[in-house]
């Protein structure tokens, strides 16, 4: 069964800038979670999709968005790009939807985002 | 008060030792936790998670978790270079939102 899949794998972007990062689940998993990784601040929760509609969100400003779609590939946008969102993105897929008690969650390779 | 609390380390153990690392978190309704194993530039690779108190045993790793106190841990027997990568909690809320801690850092001396 193929893992969890995001593209791309790097990307390099300029402040003020938008950039769009995709996420394929694993075949049959529901749920995509998407996380910023930086090497201060750890790996921190963005948002959550399940059937398309966002369950739970970080605390992230409104420049970060995603969306899902019928699929259950997701989507991430940043806006207005600032050197601080330069980080490693990753998603993780589950199989179980977001209200199962037991819910392990399985990682993409990430995308590195560089904003220079 | 961070969600989750982890030593950051490093941790360094030789080889065929036992590895101890340790995680609290705040949340006292946390309803799931998980122990994620990360290579340097490589995505978290998930390795235990446990539900109920306990210890749960899966090969060399043994994860324990006594909610009373909230603590969950993660013991390595037989440690191998292999194993010297990061190592991360994460623990899921009764809302089902992950919180991850900053990880520690192991080395395995051959």
Redesign the interface.
């Known amino acids: 069964k193929a893992g969890v899949t995001q593209t791309p794998r790097y990307l390099i972007k300029t402040r003020g800038q938008q950039v769009t990062l995709s996420c394929s689940p694993i075949s049959g998993h529901r749920s995509v979670s998407w996380y910023q990784q930086t090497p201060g601040q750890g790996l921190q929760f963005l948002f959550e999709y399940f059937s398309e509609t966002q369950r739970n969100k970080g605390n992230f400003p409104g420049r970060f968005s995603g969306r899902q779609f019928s699929n259950s590939r997701s989507e991430m946008n940043v806006s207005t790009l600032e050197l601080g969102d330069s980080a490693l993105y990753l998603c993780a897929s589950s199989f179980r939807p977001y209200w199962s008690e037991y819910n392990e969650q399985f990682f993409g390779p990430g995308t590195r985002l560089t904003v220079l | 008060q961070k969600e989750v609390e982890q030593n950051s380390g490093p941790l360094s153990v030789p080889e065929g030792a036992i590895a101890s690392l340790n995680c609290t978190y705040s949340d006292r309704g946390s309803?799931?936790f998980?122990w994620?194993r990360q290579y340097s530039g490589?995505?978290?690779?998930?390795i235990m998670?446990i539900?109920s108190n306990g210890d749960k045993e899966d090969g060399r790793f043994t994860a324990q978790l006594n909610k009373a106190s909230q603590y969950v841990s993660l013991l390595i027997r037989d440690s191998q270079p292999s194993d010297s990568a990061t190592y991360?909690c994460?623990v899921?809320n009764t809302?089902?939102?992950?919180?991850?801690?900053?990880?520690t850092s192991l080395t395995v001396i051959p």
Not at chain 2, 42 to 46: A, I, N, V, Y
Not at chain 2, 95 to 103: C, K, L, P, R, V
């Open positions: 309803q799931s998980f994620y490589k995505s978290p690779e998930l998670f539900y991360l994460a899921a809302g089902n939102q992950f919180y991850f801690g900053t990880g």
